[in-house]
């Protein structure tokens, strides 16, 4: 699958270019990790707006703060209330050990793969590679994977690609676009998609 997977890297960077993920910095990265779950970007740069305008971008202020008061100012993120325990148990995670690896992330309750590898990728710089429901539904259309396993298909990408952070970081970033703004989940737009040449979904389509 190496080749494959390195082609449809090179075409969706021509594609779409550098897409300079994650948005952010340093605490904001972990903050908007968990922030995004089941939400889209724009409810949660209105939270951290929120947070930011109360000075509580930081381990201090979120160690501090009542939890209500937490929960108020992410509210736009939705399903605010589990959020605000998440955010406050990795704040006490990070206070007490500020480079947690995979597993320490993993016993925060609610913190799952995605989330931790996104906050090991983009905060601490470590090469995980980020598997989401994006990456499944393209790699599933292309005719390259067809389970649902987590660790499974993140192993296959991690076994085919040059060992390279920004790699990780920019193929991640592009997956996401493309789910976006091509191969989105209904009505994909197949006949405008750089990858519609190796594409089994596409070729079914056009028997
Ligand atoms: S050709 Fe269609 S189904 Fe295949 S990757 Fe492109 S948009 Fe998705």
Known sequence: ????????????????????????????????????????????EKALL???????LNIDCL???????????IRSSGYYRVKARRLKNLIELLSINPKPDRL??????????ETADAILLYLFEKKCFVIDSYTFRILNRLGL?????Y????????????????????YHALLVKHAKICCTKNSPRCGNCVLNNCCLYNSKQNK
Request: with cysteine; proline share 4%.
């Open 1 to 44: 699958m190496k080749e494959e997977l390195l082609d449809i890297y090179n075409s969706l960077f021509e594609k779409y270019g550098p897409q300079n993920w994650w948005p952010g910095e340093g605490l904001e990265i972990a903050i908007g990790a968990v922030l995004t779950q089941q939400t889209n970007w724009k409810n949660v």
């Open 50 to 56: 929120q947070l930011k305008k109360a000075n509580c």
């Open 63 to 73: 160690k501090k703060i009542p939890i209500e008061k937490l929960e108020e100012l």
């Open 104 to 113: 320490a992330l993993l016993a925060i309750n609610g913190l799952g793969d």
């Open 145 to 149: 994977y067809d389970g649902k396993n």
């Open 151 to 170: 660790l499974e298909l993140q192993q296959i990408f991690m076994d085919s690609l040059p060992n390279n952070l920004q790699l990780y970081q920019e």
